[in-house]
């Protein structure tokens, strides 16, 4: 039995190289918010519940050593990332709609620091950001993300280094797909920019001697806010239905 600890240690190992990445990236579990330690621990939990699902496309024990060993792990830490990244890109939908409210509403130079991610982003959306992660517990998403990790030995098997075009174009398909979800839900403050800057040009020819810009500034800001707070419903279900199912591709449902 002791000559199996090894070999048993080995393919626990790549079994967390790929959860591990993947919930270090989680949304959620993977927010700078959440201590190391407990990201740590629940990636560990994790990988030891899909380890006996998981073991069996490892092959035996004694292959899993050396320079096999070596490219496993490679290709199980590249999967994670990649999946990981995908979803993480989508969830970042909502930090580019925030900037977006935020150039509309001339709240741009509103900057706070991200508790999500680190780094200087806009008001607007690191309170979308936030509301998001809480509305993805609420809705038990996380469940989703979990279920899509066991799922994703499936469809792609440890068996190397991944083919990098599909990788490639995964993360291209993610990327496209978070910018226009950011855009879709922004949709109505886009169209409030163009039709507010497009009354103010029509007023400052009427009007010379008004000073437009005195007038502009708090009014883009009270209609905003109050267009913001009427759409924000709307705006979180899109989010949280795109996401579902982006997530849903990868349980295959």
């Known amino acids: 039995m002791n000559l199996l600890l090894p ?25 700078q918010t959440v201590p190391p330690r407990l990201r740590l621990a629940f990636a560990l939990l994790v990988a030891l519940v899909l380890f ?3 073991r069996p496309l490892l092959g035996g024990t004694e292959g899993l050593a050396g320079p096999r060993l070596i490219g496993l792990l490679f290709g199980e830490t590249i999967i994670g990332l990649v999946i990981g990244l995908s979803v993480r890109m989508v969830l970042a939908a909502l930090q580019t709609a925030g900037l977006i409210v935020s150039q509309q509403l001339g709240l741009s130079y509103a900057m706070t620091v991200d508790p999500t991610m680190g780094g200087q982003q806009a008001a607007v959306g690191n ?39 599909d990788a490639l174009a995964l993360a291209l398909r993610a990327i496209a797909r978070g910018f226009a979800l ?72």
């Open 127 to 165: 309170f979308l950001a936030l509301l998001g992660i809480t509305l993805i517990f609420a809705a038990d998403l996380h469940h989703l993300a979990i279920e899509g990790i066991a799922r994703s030995y499936a469809v792609l098997p440890p068996d190397g280094v991944p083919g990098f075009g």
């Open 182 to 253: 950011a855009v879709q839900i922004s949709g109505p403050f886009i169209a409030f920019g163009i039709l507010f800057n497009l009354g103010l040009g029509v007023l400052s020819r009427l009007m010379p001697q008004l000073q437009v810009f005195f007038l502009a500034v708090p009014a883009s800001v009270l209609v905003g806010m109050v267009i913001l707070m009427g759409a924000l419903g709307a705006m979180m279900g899109v989010f949280l239905d795109d996401l579902g199912r982006y997530l849903g591709e990868f349980v295959g449902r």
């Open 52 to 54: 006996p699902m998981v």
């Open 7 to 31: 070999g048993i240690a080995s393919a626990y190992l790549l079994v967390f190289a790929r959860v591990g990445t993947i919930i270090m990236l989680m949304p959620g579990v993977g927010e």
